[in-house]
């Protein structure tokens, strides 16, 4: 087949262009690729913080060193367009859920990061707000935080459930999506480009390739890119009993003071049901796939996470 426009990867990247091709060109032919199903890759699979603010892990508190204002605005520009789209297509309000974010403070050294970066964000002219230990256990039903900075503008998603929704509402706008089609071969015909996969192949003048580490297996880049690979479990569903050992409240969402420390969710039902969710640990994998050995070692370190949080819940499998 022929198109104007193809996108390799159905992920955040990959649909967000194709929306945007279709906003400036609508009548442009447009196909999407991806090698998996929709939402099992990556896209589908993280703690689902969409964040406006400087959010820098190369730093001690989160604070940029760059241009911090024309960064929020280019987040916040992201975040207006995810959220035109859940208008538009009418994707499920709970899988975007506009409820900010707490930094949470386990030690007095993670105290003093949170309190340098309010510091920042108050030069920036940005609203935060220091809750105290009892405040965090309220929020979360757990003792571990003797602190914590809330700011009002992190979106959180549902990230499987706002990406399906995403696809869904391109298709019906004409755009072709086809999973499970792996681009196997990227080659320059003239002016053209050609992209094959195991079922057939696609001619284009336009390639856009969102696929990340991946852009390797495309000629792009070889040996400039670091293929990181982050880990995360969750409870099963909790039952009323467990609810209510666990106290605190039903939706939120806490990122670590450190910026490489210990992120933490709440979901409910109408997000996927009652559990926490536990985000850490990470690994540089340059063959692009992980070991069982790194599977394990997470599995350890998130459930000494996970026990240390919320010992009235400790052992609960993952």
Not at 103 to 120: D, I, L, R, V, W
Not at 132 to 147: A, E, I, K
Not at 208 to 215: A, C, F, S
Request: charged share 20%; aromatic share 6%.
């Amino acid at each position: 087949m022929k198109a104007d426009f193809v996108v390799v990867g159905a992920g955040f990247a990959g649909l967000s262009a194709a929306r945007r091709i279709r906003q400036l060109q609508p009548t442009a032919s447009v196909v999407v690729l991806d090698a998996m199903r929709v939402a099992e890759g990556s896209a589908g699979r993280n703690s689902g913080f969409m964040i406006d603010l400087p959010h820098d892990l190369a730093s001690d508190d989160y604070a940029g060193a760059g241009d911090d204002r024309a960064l929020i605005d280019l987040n916040r520009a992201a975040i207006q367009f995810g959220g035109d789209a859940v208008d538009e297509y009418g994707i499920d309000s709970n899988y975007f859920d506009r409820a900010g974010k707490v930094n949470g403070a386990g030690s007095a050294t993670a105290q003093a990061h949170n309190e340098s970066y309010a510091k920042h964000l108050a030069s920036l002219g940005e609203y935060s707000e220091a809750l105290n230990s009892q405040q965090m256990q309220d929020l979360t039903g757990s003792s571990h935080y003797v602190s914590g900075l809330y700011t009002p503008g992190t979106v959180m998603l549902q990230p499987a459930g706002y990406i399906r929704g995403l696809a869904d509402g391109l298709m019906a706008q004409g755009i072709a999506i086809h999973e499970n089609s792996p681009v196997t071969t990227l080659t320059r015909e003239g002016s053209a480009w050609r992209l094959t996969t195991p079922k057939g192949s696609i001619s284009t003048g336009k390639v856009i390739l969102t696929v990340n580490g991946h852009l390797e297996s495309f000629g792009f880049e070889r040996g400039r890119l670091m293929q990181i690979f982050l880990y995360a479990v969750m409870t099963p569903e909790l039952d009323a009993a467990t609810l209510a050992r666990l106290g605190g409240q039903p939706r939120w969402g806490v990122t670590p003071s450190d910026p490489m420390g210990t992120t933490v969710r709440r979901i409910n039902t109408k997000q996927g049901g009652n559990r926490i969710i536990t985000r850490t640990c990470a690994t540089l994998n340059p063959n692009r796939s992980v070991t069982q050995s790194n599977v394990a070692r997470a599995e350890k370190v998130m459930q000494r996470k996970f026990d240390q949080r919320f010992p009235q819940l400790a052992g609960m499998k993952m």
